[in-house]
Antibody, heavy 120, light 107 residues
Framework: EVQLLESGGGLVQPGGSLRLSCAASGFNFRSYAMSWVRQAPGTGLEWVSAISDSGGSTYYADSVKGRFTISRDNSKNTLYLQMNSLRAEDTAVYYC?????????????WGQGTLVTVSS | EIVMTQSPATLSVSPGERATLSCRASQSVSSNLTWYQQKPGQAPRLLIYGASTGATGVPARFAGSGSGTEFTLTISSLQSEDFAVYYCQQYNNWPPTFGQGTRVEIK
């Protein structure tokens, strides 16, 4: 059974940093591209970032480019999102998700999410 | 970026009735479109990919259709567990973008 477990969310002040983690199990993690998708309270979904299976290629939404860094450790079956210079508008539930096909950026398995709140 | 527009925002349907949800893209996305279902407090669930292919384990009452800029998700006979928010998403162009969602509520 595919399982994705996010952690690392919490309350942070504007301008601060957080690192999210997503522990994966139940599938061959190193063979799949992965992504982060977020959802601000009471609103819709926004793709944030994606990374190839090897970690050699990374992609970002314009809204986070230069502030967020996606990475992965295939030896630990873990995906990361380093978030710097956080803003109030980054407040959201952050989901990690698998991409079933690297060339097609849609998401078949999702974690339960971790809440990031940016507020003073 | 491609803008995805869903209609209606809210759909009130009685159990057992058919529900038809629409999704329009601001430019052609070919058949590179997915539908997700999200229930309160839960992560989204993939229902349909490639505009019309059901994901693993998705009941046959969920059907996707369309191509280009106009897409439809039809739920043939609504069950109690189908009341949720539904999102479409295009993956034809970068960045992948989602519609704002259609809430299906009990009439």
């Amino acid at each position: 059974e595919v399982q994705l477990l996010e952690s690392g969310g919490g309350l942070v002040q504007p301008g601060g940093s957080l690192r999210l983690s997503c522990a994966a199990s139940g599938f061959n993690f190193r063979s799949y591209a992965m992504s982060w998708v977020r959802q601000a309270p009471g609103t819709g979904l926004e793709w944030v970032s994606a990374i190839s299976d090897s970690g050699g290629s990374t992609y970002y939404a314009d809204s986070v480019k230069g502030r967020f860094t996606i990475s992965r450790d295939n030896s630990k079956n873990t995906l990361y999102l380093q978030m710097n210079s956080l803003r109030a508008e980054d407040t959201a539930v952050y989901y990690c998700a698998t991409l079933p096909i690297a060339a097609a950026v849609y998401f078949d398995y999702w974690g339960q999410g971790t809440l990031v709140t940016v507020s003073s | 970026e491609i803008v995805m527009t869903q209609s209606p925002a809210t759909l009130s349907v009685s159990p057992g009735e058919r529900a038809t949800l629409s999704c329009r893209a601001s430019q052609s996305v070919s058949s590179n479109l997915t539908w997700y279902q999200q229930k309160p407090g839960q992560a989204p669930r993939l229902l349909i990919y490639g505009a019309s292919t059901g994901a693993t384990g998705v009941p046959a009452r969920f059907a996707g259709s369309g191509s280009g800029t106009e897409f439809t998700l039809t739920i043939s006979s609504l069950q109690s567990e189908d009341f949720a928010v539904y999102y479409c998403q295009q993956y034809n162009n970068w960045p992948p973008t989602f519609g704002q969602g259609t809430r299906v509520e009990i009439k």
